[in-house]
T-cell receptor, first 114, second 111 residues
Framework: SQTIHQWPATLVQPVGSPLSLECTVEGTSNPNLYWYRQAAGRGLQLLFYSVGIGQISSEVPQNLSASRPQDRQFILSSKKLLLSDSGFYLC?????????????FGQGTRLTVV | DQQVKQNSPSLSVQEGRISILNCDYTNSMFDYFLWYKKYPAEGPTFLISISSIKDKNEDGRFTVFLNKSAKHLSLHIVPSQPGDSAVYFCAASVNAGKSTFGDGTTLTVKP
């Protein structure tokens, strides 16, 4: 069966420090991978998505970057965190078949920038 | 411009009654619509979906209705149970691509 792992679950980082969040998927090949952010009281904002190794699409300009060094690994990074980067970060994957684009999400990372 | 909108931030219903969650969209290219359920501090889980070629899809207590002319969809939960209390997100996609999410509706089912 397929599983998605995302870590850490919570993170408190000072402003200006770097960030690295990792996500791995097991049990599937060549998934589409996504990073979303949920701000307090808001919906899920798509940050990055990837359809293959080294292929990253950015949805919104921001202080973050993403990389996909392996087929089932997706990393969210920042060189210098801002207060506005605080939020709940979610990794997700799907394998679109036909029209079905339903995604499977990780447990999320609560990032607090102080 | 928000392409998927859930205009009701919250909804409260009595156990056993019907819950109706609404969602509107603006992009006529959307051809697949999904509902996710999310508990606090967890990732969303897929609940039910509907293709644009249909106007209704049912799965147990959950039914999704799609009105393409009005660019509106709704999720019906009958009967509602306290365990259904969660945030419900509506999402839409084009040709099985990335999904665009609404802001969510918090459903509270009172015993």
């Amino acid at each position: 069966s397929q599983t998605i792992h995302q870590w850490p679950a919570t993170l408190v980082q000072p402003v200006g420090s770097p960030l690295s969040l990792e996500c791995t998927v097991e049990g599937t090949s060549n998934p589409n991978l996504y990073w979303y952010r949920q701000a307090a009281g808001r919906g899920l904002q798509l940050l990055f998505y990837s359809v293959g190794i080294g292929q990253i699409s950015s949805e919104v300009p921001q202080n973050l970057s993403a990389s996909r060094p392996q087929d089932r690994q997706f990393i969210l990074s920042s060189k210098k965190l801002l207060l506005s980067d605080s939020g709940f970060y979610l990794c997700a994957w799907n394998v679109p078949t036909g029209q079905d684009s339903s995604a499977f999400f990780g447990q999320g990372t609560r990032l607090t920038v102080v | 411009d928000q392409q998927v909108k859930q205009n009701s931030p919250s909804l409260s219903v009595q156990e056993g009654r019907i819950s109706i969650l609404n969602c509107d969209y603006t992009n006529s290219m959307f051809d697949y619509f999904l509902w996710y359920k999310k508990y606090p501090a967890e990732g969303p889980t897929f609940l039910i979906s509907i293709s644009s070629i249909k106007d209704k899809n049912e799965d147990g207590r959950f039914t999704v209705f799609l009105n393409k002319s009005a660019k509106h969809l709704s999720l019906h939960i009958v009967p509602s149970q306290p365990g259904d209390s969660a945030v419900y997100f509506c999402a839409a996609s084009v040709n099985a691509g990335k999904s665009t999410f609404g802001d969510g509706t918090t459903l509270t089912v009172k015993p």
